[in-house]
């Protein structure tokens, strides 16, 4: 495995692909800020949600990735009340966000009042960077239309609104339609990079040669990697058995080598020296030291050699094997 960087380490802080923007190598997901039960078991009260923030950015780790449509606006609520009461955002912080649709509507006039809502919420006026987010789920709204939403996107970059624009989603055929766009110059890529599926493996090639950031998110799968008692998600959904039974067999290896596999699933991503930054989700204040202290533990190859081959067939990732030119 490459080596890891640490909060120590002159790796820690890198460039965002072409942007100039900088970011830490771990940077927090505001999914479960906000608490979604719905999706990941637990609840996260108010007070917890917004003293979670307060902690992540009194870290290394330097940005935290929400979005509009978590939590129905609730991590949005939290974070900027977080930075209210810290006087605003810390120097060389960021907050980066993402536009959501409202039901079926995914207009350019949405993507504006997206945009207005994150600004109420989180109290700032411009974003370094914001993600289209989910475009898998609106195939019929015209994004790319003339008139649409990656075109507002644009002009609210081109008004100083936005500095830089992502596209976070799942579905790697839709990701790479997004890329022909040729306006994105970051991804944001989840579940498709682990230790239990490798779809996005052709997505971050390709983006990468573009010279685009690669940020990859849910490096634990929805909670499968980070512990035994998980909900049974995967990618957000219900997996196969042998996805399970995948999980279970590299839960039994990681306790063999006595480490934690939550540790593993994010070096694991950490080592892929085509990510630029790794998203973890962060419920407790008290995960954020054990997860930097958790990088500083040196895991032997030949757990991830024994880790490589149990590896789900492709035939059980989320999305099989294709090359962009096959979309």
């Known amino acids: 495995m490459n080596t890891i960087p640490t909060p120590s380490s002159p790796t820690w802080l890198r460039p965002l692909g072409s942007t100039g923007i900088s970011v830490s190598a771990v940077i927090a997901g505001g999914g ?9 078991g637990y609840d996260v009260p108010e007070r917890q949600g917004i003293d979670l923030v307060r902690d992540i950015l009194a870290s290394p780790i330097r940005v935290i990735d929400t979005s509009n449509g978590y939590s129905v606006g609730k991590s949005e609520q939290r974070i900027g009340t977080a930075l209210r009461e810290m006087g605003g955002l810390p120097a060389d912080h960021l907050i980066v966000t993402k536009v959501d649709a409202r039901g079926d509507d995914y207009s350019a006039t949405r993507i504006r009042d997206s945009i207005r809502e994150s600004q109420d919420r989180l109290g700032l006026d411009t974003f370094p960077l914001v993600h289209l987010h989910d475009p ?20 609210l970059r081109d ?13 790697i055929p839709t990701m790479h339609r997004m890329l022909d766009t040729g306006v994105f110059e970051v991804i944001l890529t989840h579940s498709r990079l682990t230790l239990l599926d490798r779809s996005a493996d052709d997505l971050v090639d390709r983006a990468v040669d573009l010279g685009l950031g690669v940020m990859n998110a849910a490096v634990l799968g929805g909670g499968l990697l980070g512990s035994r008692s998980a909900k049974p998600f995967y990618g957000y959904r219900p997996p ?14 990681a306790d063999e080598y006595g480490i934690a596999l939550a540790n593993a699933a994010v070096q694991h991503s950490l080592s892929d020296q085509r990510v630029t930054a790794t998203v973890v989700g962060f419920s407790k204040s008290a995960r954020i030291p054990q997860l930097l202290e958790g990088l500083e533990t040196r895991i032997p190859d030949q757990f991830w050699n024994q880790a490589a081959h149990l590896l789900p067939p492709s035939k059980l990732w989320l999305d099989p094997p294709i090359t962009h030119h096959q979309v």
């Open 32 to 40: 479960p800020i906000g608490g979604q039960p719905e999706l990941f």
């Open 136 to 155: 898998e789920g609106h195939p019929g709204s015209g994004l790319d239309s003339p008139g649409g939403a990656i075109e507002a996107l644009v002009s």
């Open 159 to 171: 008004e100083g609104v936005i500095g830089h624009l992502g596209v976070a989603g799942g579905h």
């Open 240 to 253: 196969a058995q042998e996805i399970l039974d995948s999980a279970a067999a590299l839960h039994d290896l």
